[in-house]
């Protein structure tokens, strides 16, 4: 059975603010827009009892539960789900405990699949036979409903569980400084159009006054997205923006996109990219923005697998996953500019178990290739 209205959300979630707890989860579909379709909301009370709420029940009494400060809600991957409840309720999440991002503070990985969890830790062995459900048909079988309940019913044993290994690793306060951060409303923000162009597979092996081409090109490609409600790739893909950034052609019938839209969209679309080509006809190149050569590459390369090898070690030692301290990129940003409290490694408990450290690391570190 599903809850199909408000009124009757409202006493589950009553119940569940009373027990101060409750676990959620979201199906949804996101194949031919730009924003999920939001199918139906998973949830479950302490004790396993658990319901499913159609989308068109996703109105104030869930938003309640969202963002009571005093319900805990535990979710798996919280931050897509977030998001995705934000949008459609309007509320701003507070109070929530992640158990992927647990895991990691309890010496698994922080890419762990729900399923894994399950399994390795509570021997609880979920089939994952409706992958391929379409969550905004309607009606859902009791197999597709006992499915989508199965991954909301244990997450109140499973959060015990991880607490008790983060425990033992002393990483409590690591992981509670983590999860505070789910508050942020800006977290759950839709993102920001003129930073889409670093999301552009290819993105970075173009020379830097056609990347400076590409900045427009994919901000344009995310506002038509978002305005549409299509996919990124269906308005244009990334390897034609990458070659128009290259070629920069400067009539309609230049442009060549691969695409999935109607004429009169291509049509919009062909023009107003040749606009933004011929709007960036002649702007210098900053001197900032061009190649170091393959002398320095290699200095910053070998800082970067440095630091991240220390980081790999501090991981371990920790038994933490070593990714919670730094991904790549923020190692390379680091590295590139320096540490400084807007940095994670410059800030909270990072800096304390090892931003510090690694800074005096990368100080007395000297690449092969900076000599010679």
Sequence with gaps: MIIESDAALAPVVARLRADGLAALDTEFVWTRTYF???GIVQ????????????????????AELIADP????????????????????????????????????????TTVSLKQLLRDLLEVDL?????????????LTPAQLDYALDD??????????????VDERGATAWLEEELRLYDDPGLYAPPDPDAAWQRIRGG????????ELLRPLAAYRERRAIEWNLPRNWVIDDESLTEIARRRPTSPEAVRPRHRLDRERLRTLCRDLC????????????????????????????????????LRQRGEALRID?????????????????????????RGWRRVVAGQALSAHLADFSPPELFG
């Excluded at 909301?152 to 015990?160: A, C, D, Q, S």
């Design 127 to 139: 089939p994952k036979t409706e992958t391929r459900t379409d969550w905004c048909r309607r009606p």
């Design 36 to 38: 999920p379709r939001l």
């Design 152 to 165: 909301v019913r244990h997450l109140g044993r499973l959060r015990e569980t991880l607490l008790a290994r």
């Design 275 to 310: 606009v933004i080509v011929r709007d960036a006809a002649g702007t210098p190149v900053p001197e900032a923005g061009r190649p170091a050569g393959r002398r320095a590459d290699g200095a910053l390369k070998a800082r970067v697998d440095a630091a991240l090898a220390f």
């Design 204 to 211: 970075s092996r173009l020379a830097p006054h056609d990347q």
């Design 43 to 62: 949830l479950a009370a302490a004790d396993g009892t658990a319901w499913v709420v159609d989308a068109s029940a996703a109105g104030p009494a869930l």
């Design 322 to 346: 070593p990714a919670l301290l730094g991904s790549r990129a923020e190692v390379m940003a680091l590295v590139e500019a320096g540490t400084g409290s807007e940095h994670p490694l410059g």
């Design 70 to 109: 005093r319900t805990l809600k535990i979710l798996h991957d919280a931050r897509q789900d977030l998001t995705l409840l934000a949008s459609v309720t309007g509320a701003a999440p507070r109070h929530i405990f992640d158990t992927r991002l647990a895991a990691g503070f309890a010496g698994l990985a």
